[in-house]
């Protein structure tokens, strides 16, 4: 298979954001009873609003979206220590030197994964898909299929990259070649996935005569 353009989960793959988003959600939990590994357990990889119905189940929707727009606004506003994750940057701007398509899918908000993406020094995608522009978030492959339809390229012929086992099996059921970067060891599927990496900085990219993108340093 030929692959010619990149889609890049934002959050543990081109940004080191953990610790503020579980402190915001091991809050959040605390308040409604619920422990951190309940909470933690569950939130990686999905959009807040997924979470939040599934938490807040048999509430009203006018009470979840109240809590979802007091959540965005603590992620927003909490951006001090955000980093981009080693080797991000660099493989970022050789995408833009080579003249290869890339983009960003995540389960973010637009004011969360903007204001993740700008505090990281990030170059600027092609393409954003956040959480307002999907109906189903991952692991439905609808926000893959999404991401290439927008940077117009196969999805087939896209190379997703991720860390969470929520967006590992979004990227393997929209039918993409899956690049799992620092992957939970008990991730489902994770033995479906075509490369595995312990970081950005290892994997090397070149681009071929005919355009196809050519892998290597792993």
Not at 63 to 92: D, H, N, S, Y
Not at 121 to 127: A, F, I, N, R, S
């Amino acid at each position: 298979m030929t692959y010619k353009g990149f889609l890049f989960d934002l959050d543990g793959t081109l940004v080191d954001s953990l610790p503020m988003v579980e402190r915001a959600w091991i809050q959040w939990g605390a308040r409604h009873g619920y422990d951190a590994e309940t909470i933690l357990a569950f939130i990686h990889g999905k959009p807040a609003i997924t979470s939040l119905r599934h938490f807040l189940a048999g509430k009203s929707e006018e009470e979840i979206q109240r809590e979802f727009l007091a959540l965005e606004k603590t992620e927003a506003e909490e951006v001090e220590g955000i980093v981009a994750l080693p080797g991000a940057v660099a493989l970022l701007a050789r995408l833009n030197e080579l003249h290869i398509p890339w983009g960003i899918v995540t389960s973010g908000s637009v004011p969360v994964a903007h204001a993740r993406h700008k505090a990281a020094g990030l170059p600027m995608p092609e393409v954003f898909v956040t959480a307002e522009r999907i109906k189903i978030g991952k692991p439905d492959p609808e926000p893959y299929l999404l991401g290439a339809e927008l940077l117009g390229v196969p999805v087939e012929q896209c190379i997703v990259v991720e860390d969470a086992a929520a967006g590992i099996l979004s990227g393997l059921a929209a039918g993409s070649f899956v690049i799992g970067v620092n992957v939970p060891a008990d991730a489902p599927r994770l033995a479906d996935v075509h490369l595995r990496l312990d970081s950005l900085a290892n994997l090397q990219v070149a681009r071929e005569a005919d355009g196809s993108v050519a892998l290597s340093g792993f």
